[in-house]
């Protein structure tokens, strides 16, 4: 389909965590009001996340008017019901096995992201990093064991540690020689991707594929795995907490206040600031 530059904005990519979801993990009565603003001036709102499409789909649900979602930090566009799957992009198997034995051989928990669900091998399977990372997805990890995680298609690995313990393992030479990109997503969380898998380039797939130009184009988020979606899209709004990388990647910042209203203020400036490009 032929892209369009209509000077309208008609595309938003918004990261859940630490942007549309508050500290509890909730999209706050601003946050809703604010998306119901875009979506009512015309602007198609896709949900662009690196939690899984499962974990995803009830906040989608819960706004309404949502079609397409980026899952898996750009590892899969599809439709909200998963009817249709625009693009996928996997590990390699060995690059995920090199994860996955560094992982474990640090004593972390690693959580495997296929196709189909989120896994962990059933020899690590009660520590405390996998309650926590199970508390914060708001899902049980599926418990299998080594080989029944390797023969999936995998969309990515995480490890969960205590901070400390990560700032180690980024640092170690050991981590630096595995082949898959690494993505540390919060002060426990450290993510290996395929080279190629970015909520940019899923954002680029979706656009091409709705007849939408980049440079009408919004993105919302507070992370580095962020960044990527800020250099793609026109306009793109970091939340004031997010990291110094997004911060500085982004057109601008959503103006200080409380973590869980920070998206809602970012889109009242994008509304100050471009009123004529709002259908």
């Excluded at 928990?109 to 009660?126: G, H, P, Q, T």
């Excluded at 926590?132 to 023969?151: M, N």
């Amino acid at each position: 389909m032929k892209q369009a530059k209509s000077g309208k904005f008609r595309l938003a990519a918004i990261d859940l965590d630490g942007t549309l979801l508050g500290p509890d993990s909730r999209i706050g009565d601003e946050n809703r009001r604010a998306v119901a603003r875009l979506q009512a001036a015309g602007v198609e709102v896709v949900p662009a996340s690196g939690r899984h499409h499962h974990t995803i789909r009830p906040y989608a649900e819960s706004l309404g008017g949502i079609r397409w979602l980026v899952s898996a930090q750009g590892g899969e566009v599809s439709d909200l019901a998963r009817g249709r799957v625009l693009e996928q992009r996997f590990l390699a198997a060995e690059h995920a096995r090199e994860a996955l034995a560094l992982g474990r051989a640090w004593g972390f928990a690693v959580v495997v992201y296929s196709d189909n669900d989120v896994f962990a091998c059933k020899l690590e399977s009660e520590g405390p990093a996998l309650r926590h990372y199970e508390e914060l997805a708001g899902r049980r990890v599926v418990r299998v064991d080594e080989a029944g995680l390797l023969e999936r298609k995998i969309f990515k690995l995480v490890w969960d540690a205590e901070p400390e313990a990560i700032d180690r393992a980024f640092a170690a030479p050991s981590l630096a020689r595995t082949h898959a990109t690494k993505v540390r997503t919060s002060a426990r969380m450290l993510e290996f991707v395929p080279p190629e898998a970015t909520k940019g380039a899923a954002m680029a797939s979706l656009a091409a594929h709705l007849g939408v130009d980049a440079a009408d184009a919004l993105g919302f988020g507070d992370g580095d795995n962020d960044v990527p979606l800020f250099q793609w899209a026109g306009v793109s709004v970091a939340m004031p907490h997010g990291t110094p990388d997004a911060r500085a990647a982004a057109t601008f910042a959503a103006p200080e206040g409380p973590p869980e209203s920070a998206f809602a203020r970012g889109v009242d400036e994008l509304f100050r600031r471009f009123p004529k490009r709002f259908g």
